[in-house]
């Protein structure tokens, strides 16, 4: 069965530290993608990343990275320079490519508080 | 503007009152997916559908229905609501399930009395 977990409920760190968000995922297929969601105070859920279990190469999009490594079956999220508007809940998807099932399955989440 | 739109955003009920929450996408996707946000327990997927007349069971099915009967609409049922249904609810679609946005709808929070 699939299963992600975010360990950290709560983190806060001062503006321009950087901050780590760690997810880990089981599963029981080869094929699979994960994702990461974020959440900001409005309530949207905003599409961050996706990233196929093929592709372990690290993601970096601005002050965002993302380290995918499988034989931890993790992928965390590190936000360097944190800025008071990456203050929002962020969550960890998992979907199963090669199972009967398409279901999508999140972590809880974690709330980050950048504190000015 | 590509978009998914759910109605009504607020509504609050009373038990045993059926109620219809609809979502709405005019992306021609074909995934469309329903879930339901609570405090401490995040996202969890109550049903979704592949495509037209293809629905399927996600995590927490229970007192919900759904239907596909056209491509860009995905309306989520309770037939009987109570109280432990009170949350917020989001829809989404994306135009596979694993494609690599999946849009979401601005939620609906929903209060049982």
């Known amino acids: 069965a699939q299963k992600v977990t975010q360990a950290q409920t709560e983190i806060s760190v001062v503006e321009k530290e950087d901050v780590t968000l760690d997810c880990v995922y089981e599963t029981r297929d080869t094929t699979y993608y994960l994702f990461w969601y974020k959440q900001p105070p409005s309530g949207e859920l905003v599409f961050l990343i996706r990233r196929n279990s093929f592709d372990e190469q690290n993601e970096i999009s601005g002050r965002y990275s993302w380290n995918f490594q499988k034989s931890t079956s993790s992928f965390n999220f590190t936000i360097t320079a944190s800025q008071v508007v990456d203050s929002a809940v962020y969550f960890c998807a998992l979907s199963e490519a090669g199972s009967r099932d398409d279901k999508i399955i999140f972590g809880k989440g974690t709330r980050l508080h950048i504190l000015p | 503007e590509a978009q998914v739109t759910q109605n009504p955003r607020y509504l609050i009920t009373v038990t045993g009152k059926k109620l219809t929450v609809t979502c709405s996408q005019n992306?021609?996707?074909?995934?469309m997916s329903w879930y339901r946000q609570d405090p401490g327990l995040g996202l969890r997927q109550i049903y979704y559908s592949m495509n037209v007349e293809v629905t399927d069971k996600g995590d927490v099915p229970e007192g919900y229905k759904v239907s596909r009967k056209e491509k860009r609409n995905f309306p989520l049922i309770l037939e009987s609501p109570s109280p432990n249904q009170t949350s917020l609810y989001f829809c989404a679609s994306s135009p596979q399930v694993n494609q690599e946005t999946q849009y979401f709808g601005p939620g609906t929070r929903l209060l049982v009395l």
């Open positions: 992306m021609n996707h074909e995934y």
